[in-house]
């Protein structure tokens, strides 16, 4: 899981990176000494997807082959997660549209650095990874869960 973690939040600062360089450069606390905002942004993504990736493996584990019930193949929990993956990147897509088209704030004022266009797609598209990535990994686990509770084949 913190490869399939990892791999989604380096894509998804490539882009943010390109859409507001100084949501890196000037709104994060500079790392190692790394003045390029491309590569600070996928030190920082390494950086901030390690919690995430591991906590989601763990409830994976958990979830899909912990306890009693039948266990269900890794390769199903691991291909499953990706649904997560790719609500979350909805969920962001969809919040950075909606600032764009109305040119407001997805998320409460306080939360934005500053209120220039580029500035608030950038936040609000990691607002909504970390509020997506925290929804829909739960209910991933939880699907997980249910899916061996029902004794469901996914072969």
């Not at 993956?85 to 998320?107: C, D, G, I, N, Q």
Request: proline content about 7%; aromatic content about 12%; overall charge positive.
């Amino acid at each position: 899981m913190l490869v399939i973690v990892a791999s989604y939040a380096l894509l998804h600062d490539q882009y943010v990176v390109r859409i507001e360089p100084r949501h890196f450069t000037e709104f994060h606390k500079p790392l190692f000494g790394i003045q390029n905002p491309v590569l600070l942004a996928s030190v920082y993504a390494l950086l901030a997807s390690t919690s995430p990736g591991l906590t989601l493996g763990l409830v994976g584990l958990l979830s899909g082959r912990g306890g009693k019930r039948p266990p269900l193949p890794v390769r199903k929990v691991l291909v499953t997660s990706l649904w997560a993956v790719l609500a979350t990147e909805v969920l962001s897509l969809f919040s950075m549209a909606w600032v764009y088209a109305t040119r407001k704030p997805f998320y409460p004022a306080h939360f934005y650095p500053e209120m220039e266009l580029p500035m608030m797609l950038t936040q609000t598209a990691q607002l909504s990874v970390y509020l997506g990535g925290a929804l829909f990994g739960s209910c991933w686990a939880l699907w997980l869960w249910n899916v061996r509770k029902k004794d469901f084949s996914l072969e």
